[in-house]
């Protein structure tokens, strides 16, 4: 699409509340929630990747994370001492192991999902107590920025 599509001032703007949003739904924030387990930036990008993609091998997140393998493996250790990933053989290859997402893990998401679903659910329903937004509309903001994360992905 390019920049003479869109208004430069209208993706600051989107930038400024994804931001904004961001902020407010932090677990670990002002209005957070008990039982997630406190990760860095690092570890909830890798987390993030092997609880959509259990069974994924190192090398394959590695390059899905966009993380050096040195960087993503350093991480997984962090993610494995707080016990949030464990490693199992590969049944196809001994050389190899794959990863899944432990049972602490899938907990702490669970509740963070939660507080994710309480939190927007009660903001939206306090900004639009005259007008609802449809599940369309919440489908199409959810498609751009998935497309925003997209690009920005390829773009590093």
């Known amino acids: ?3 003479a599509g869109l208004s430069v001032n209208l993706l600051v ?4 509340v994804v931001l904004r949003v ?20 690092s570890e909830v990008l890798v987390m ?16 899905a994370t966009g993380l050096k393998r040195s960087n993503f493996s350093a991480v997984l250790r962090s993610l494995e001492a707080k016990d949030m990933v464990r490693r199992s053989p590969d049944p ?7 990863l899944y997402a432990t049972r602490r893990a ?10 994710w679903r ?21 489908l199409t903001a959810r498609m751009v920025l998935e497309r925003l994360s997209a690009g ?5």
């Open 106 to 115: 899938e907990t702490s998401i669970a509740r963070l999902h939660d507080f």
């Open 152 to 156: 920005l992905r390829t773009a590093r």
């Open 13 to 16: 703007d989107i930038a400024e």
């Open 92 to 98: 196809d290859d001994a050389r190899s192991v794959r």
């Open 1 to 3: 699409m390019g920049d």
């Open 22 to 41: 961001a902020r407010e739904i932090e677990p670990h924030g002002p209005a957070g929630v008990s039982g997630v387990v406190p990760l860095n930036g």
């Open 48 to 63: 993030r990747w092997i609880h959509h993609n259990p069974g994924t091998c190192p090398a394959e997140g590695a390059t």
């Open 118 to 138: 309480r939190r927007l659910t009660g903001a939206l329903d306090q900004a639009s107590a005259d007008s609802s937004l449809s599940e369309a509309e919440l």
